[in-house]
């Protein structure tokens, strides 16, 4: 496949249980991006890779939150004891340059219900 | 906090009309300013993006006017069809992007 690609595209797990959304970015896209978005918000960044540099985790919003991405390809966003308010889309971009700068490509989301 | 101000949330517009969104900064780093579209289901995709050295972009029916002086830029789209239905939302970089809110722009037949 040419584009980001997404998994699961949708998840409903209880309130409490740790979820992992995986991320498989453009081959040769050295940026990767994480971003939330919730019902009626714009994208909320969460945490930026680039190449083998330290990830810029800024955008976490709490320590239950974690991302790591092996072999500068694939990403994981973990999730730990799932809170209602963690219910959101969490889009994963990755892009040819860093820094913010050049087009991002998205993938469709991973949709996360927590009941 | 929201570095990147939009708005308006909502428009709805007759095909052919122009939608017009608006978008303010704060942070004078911000050097990349692109636009995102998102259908629904999708995740969003480039439209058009501008640097801050010129003042207008077109590509197609779509432009961006920017102000630097007043830190706002804008997007028109000329000619809407009804196919431009969709949520757009501004951004800006200095090293990372950060995006507004999101406008949902309807287009009536």
């Known amino acids: 496949g040419a584009g980001v690609s997404q998994s699961p595209s949708n998840k409903v797990t209880e309130k409490g249980k740790d979820v992992e959304l995986r991320c498989d970015p453009i081959?040769?896209?050295?940026?990767l991006y994480w971003y939330r978005q919730s019902l009626g918000q714009g994208l909320e960044f969460l945490i930026y890779f680039q190449g083998n540099s330290a990830p810029d985790k800024s955008g976490l919003p709490s320590d239950r939150f974690s991302a790591e991405r092996t072999g500068g390809s694939v990403s994981t966003l973990t999730i730990q004891r799932t809170q209602q308010e963690d219910s959101a889309v969490y889009l994963c971009a990755s892009s040819l340059e860093g820094r913010g700068v050049g087009e991002l490509f998205f993938g469709e989301g991973s949709r996360l219900t927590v009941l | 906090q929201q570095q990147v101000k939009q708005s308006p949330q909502s428009l709805i517009v007759q095909k052919g009309g122009i939608p017009i969104i608006n978008c303010a900064y704060e942070?004078?780093?911000?050097?990349?300013f692109p636009w995102y579209q998102q259908f629904p289901g999708k995740g969003p995709a480039l439209l058009i993006a501008?640097?801050?050295?010129?003042s207008e972009k077109k590509e197609g029916r779509f432009t961006i006017s920017f102000n630097k002086s007043a830190k706002q830029f804008s997007l028109h789209i000329m000619d809407s069809q009804p196919g431009d239905s969709a949520t757009y939302f501004c951004?800006?970089?200095?090293?990372?992007?950060?995006f507004g809110a999101g406008t949902t722009v309807t287009v009536r037949a």
């Open positions: 081959s040769g896209h050295t940026a």
């Open positions: 942070n004078t780093a911000f050097d990349y």
């Open positions: 501008i640097r801050p050295d010129v």
């Open positions: 951004a800006a970089s200095d090293y990372k992007l950060s």
